[in-house]
């Protein structure tokens, strides 16, 4: 990774490179609450993140102890295996931002631990409750930016759908945007808990700031559809929450 892309993906921004959030710091999940988005992680210590709605609220779309167990078992086992595989790591203290982007292939703990943290915690943001008729489809600049990526907002759905009915076994459908042209959005899927910011990991193609994910894990929703995946799937899209994927956008 050169040092211009470096820049972009983890905002650690120079003279004349504007500043974006991060979507770690936006989604609750980068760091200790005593440091920076950008700087070190001084306590080293990251934590589950609040669900933010009750376990029932999408319902019947996903099931009130499915969210529970998701939540509350699988995501909270992340975060707890993030924090031992950092004890004594040379990346102990690191923003996971940049963490993410700096893992190694064969760091397994570290890859599929600080990955199942992040990719969750921007789960629970994107599926969230519509609170407003603003959440149930894309505005502004998400709407044009979608409209000039995809054709239109059912074209994007479609192809969500289509990477995660291809994506053989576990793995998460991403909703990207190109760091270099902030205007063009795509989809890619990766396996496990990969994801489009583990630059030393994805391939460029599927490098960039994630914008939405969709957890295609059987653990996201054997309870209520066993082998339905697209039956998951074509629930799942109706209930994405198009301002929160929007607040994600550089
Ligand atoms: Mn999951």
């Excluded at 999940?29 to 999408?58: K, M, V, Y």
Aim: hydrophobic share 40%; proline share 7%; net charge negative.
């Amino acid at each position: 990774m050169d040092k211009r892309t470096f820049i972009k993906l983890t905002g650690l921004a120079g003279a004349g490179v504007v500043a974006v959030p991060l979507v770690s710091s936006l989604i609750g999940c980068g760091t200790s609450p005593s440091s920076t988005p950008t700087g070190p992680n001084p306590g080293g210590i990251f934590s589950l993140p609040e669900l933010g709605f009750d376990h029932a609220a999408l319902e019947p779309a996903i099931d009130s102890q499915t969210m529970k167990v998701h939540h509350g078992k699988h995501h909270a086992g992340y975060v707890r295996k993030l924090n031992a595989a950092l004890e004594g790591h040379p990346m102990a203290g690191s923003a996971l931002e940049s963490l993410l982007a700096n893992i190694q292939p064969n760091d397994t703990a570290l890859r599929n631990n600080g990955g199942g943290h992040f990719n969750h915690a921007l789960f629970w943001k994107v599926i969230a409750p519509a609170t407003s008729e603003l959440d149930a489809s894309p505005n502004g600049p998400l709407e044009r930016r979608i409209n000039a990526s995809f054709g239109s907002l059912e074209a994007l759905k479609n192809t969500l759908a289509q990477a995660g009915a291809s994506q053989f076994g576990s793995g998460w459908v991403w909703l990207v945007q190109d760091v270099n042209q902030p205007d063009q959005l795509f989809v890619t899927s990766t396996a496990n808990q990969d994801n489009p910011l583990m630059s030393g990991i994805v391939p460029p193609a599927a490098q960039g700031r994630p914008l939405l994910g969709i957890d295609v894990w059987e653990h996201a929703y054997y309870l209520n559809y066993q082998n339905r995946r697209t039956d998951y799937l074509a629930a799942l899209i109706e209930q994405i929450n198009w301002s929160a994927v929007s607040l994600l956008m550089a």
